[in-house]
């Protein structure tokens, strides 16, 4: 009679099984050349070497987390050729988390481990990123309405704070962190209407300019306001705090708790909510999909760091009321196609991971664990890397990008005891 092994090993050997695919460059090249051709938005997401989110350095930071899992393994020195590769390509003029400098600079932490590695390549991105910390803090703490890439997490300036949050834990210099940190808490320390982070029509993009013709407050996690809440909240609880953080953080936090939904009797939020009353906002009595990028999920994890931060336990209730509502669901609830990171249950469940620990929760727990043997099950030993991303209209694609691909799948199936440092990258620890 054969053994049957246990999920979580399950779980942990599929994960190996995608690392060791994704970071074999033979089969990197075809599941690139693959992917350009099977995805619908290869031309608005390429693979660009350079990239956290869909390219090497994000190939580099699964490497990173599977050195800390098998620190004798040699995923450092794999680890170390991506990042070589990415390095190589990086373009100066892109200083973003999620594509750029930033992005690379991350990478490069978090494969060093503390170790006395990349030091140059780290004082390189240092030095590029100063003065546009400078300018972009500048701008928010005048701007009254702004697009979302000037401080957003995916492009913004709480990206590049993510990264420079990372440094100061390694004691590096920290007045660009504190000039970022300024920056987005002197744009978020604001109670009027519209809030001075609101994003205007004429600088809107995507589907959000459709829906809201008169402006928006964003409320994704992935682009809108509880990013830098998020951001501030991890700073606070780093010890790195400054002048208006906390006002910005109950303000921000206070806002988001106004502007709740609800859906079958769980706490939610909607996408973005109008600067018009009279628009329809996106939401209302259907559960809105519960992924990382927009909606509960995300705001339910940046609403606890925040309550963490201030010891505000009404966010942090809400926040779990929110979280265990939506593990209630059952999955085709979840509304989740895709079992990738951003918007997929790969992100889900580390979102799942993060509150199950943090509320000692069992029933959680069991969420996390049939989760996780669901996205273990998706895995195909005859595609290329054992896990395909589904994109709408259910076309299949061998996507080596962590954020739309396999390795954001492999590391949220990782399980990692402890700190999971590569989830400091959407902002869940």
């Known amino acids: 009679m054969p053994i049957e092994l246990p999920r979580a090993v399950i779980a942990a050997e599929v994960a190996e099984n995608i690392a060791i695919r994704v970071t074999d460059p033979a089969v990197l090249a075809d599941a690139i050349e693959a992917s350009a051709r099977q995805s619908q938005y290869a031309a608005l997401l390429p693979w660009r070497p350079a990239s956290l989110a869909h390219g090497s350095a994000g190939t580099a930071l699964l490497c990173a987390e599977f050195d800390r899992r098998f620190p004798d393994q040699g995923w450092d020195r794999r680890g170390h050729q991506h990042l070589a590769v990415a390095s190589a390509a990086a373009d100066p003029y892109d200083l973003s988390l999620f594509s750029g400098l930033a992005g690379l600079g991350f990478a490069a932490v978090q494969l060093a481990a503390g170790r006395p590695r990349y030091g140059r390549l780290l004082k390189t991105v240092d030095v590029t990123l100063a003065p546009y ?92 306001a509880p990013g830098p809440l998020a951001l501030l909240s991890l700073a606070f609880l780093a010890g790195v705090e400054i002048p208006q953080t906390s006002q910005a953080i109950e303000l921000t936090a206070d806002w988001l708790v106004a502007h709740q939904t ?21 939401g209302g009595e259907q559960p809105g999909r519960a992924a990382w990028c927009y909606g509960a999920v995300g705001v339910s994890r940046s609403l606890w760091l925040a309550g963490t931060a201030l010891g505000r336990s009404d966010w942090r209730e809400l926040a779990a009321d929110t979280i ?51 996205i273990a099950a998706t895995y195909d030993p005859d595609s290329l890397l054992g896990v395909r991303g589904i994109e709408p209209g259910g076309v299949l694609v061998d996507h080596p990008g962590l954020l739309d691909g396999a390795p954001g799948i492999a590391l949220a199936l990782l399980d990692l005891p402890g700190e999971n440092a590569w989830d400091r990258m959407f902002l869940l620890s």
Do not use: K
């Open 262 to 282: 609800s859906s079958v009797g769980t706490p939610d939020w909607p996408d973005a909510v109008a600067l018009d009353p009279a628009e329809l906002e996106v």
């Open 133 to 224: 910390v400078e300018e972009a803090a500048d701008r928010l703490a005048a701007a009254d309405g702004c697009a979302a890439g000037e401080h957003d997490l995916v492009s913004g300036l709480t990206g590049v704070g993510v990264y420079l949050l990372a440094r100061h834990a390694q004691g590096g210099d920290d007045q660009p962190l504190i000039q970022a940190l300024s920056g987005l808490a002197r744009l978020l320390a604001d109670d009027n209407h519209p809030r001075r982070w609101h994003t205007p029509f004429e600088l809107t993009a995507g589907t959000l300019r459709t829906t809201f013709p008169n402006g928006h407050h964003n409320c994704g996690l992935a682009h809108g």
């Open 324 to 374: 265990r509502g939506i593990a209630r669901r059952r999955p085709e609830q979840w509304w989740l196609e895709t079992p990738t990171f951003c918007h997929g249950s790969a992100g889900l469940l580390q979102v799942l991971r993060r509150f199950a620990v943090d509320l000692s929760d069992p029933a959680l727990d069991g969420t996390v664990e049939t989760l996780a043997a669901d």
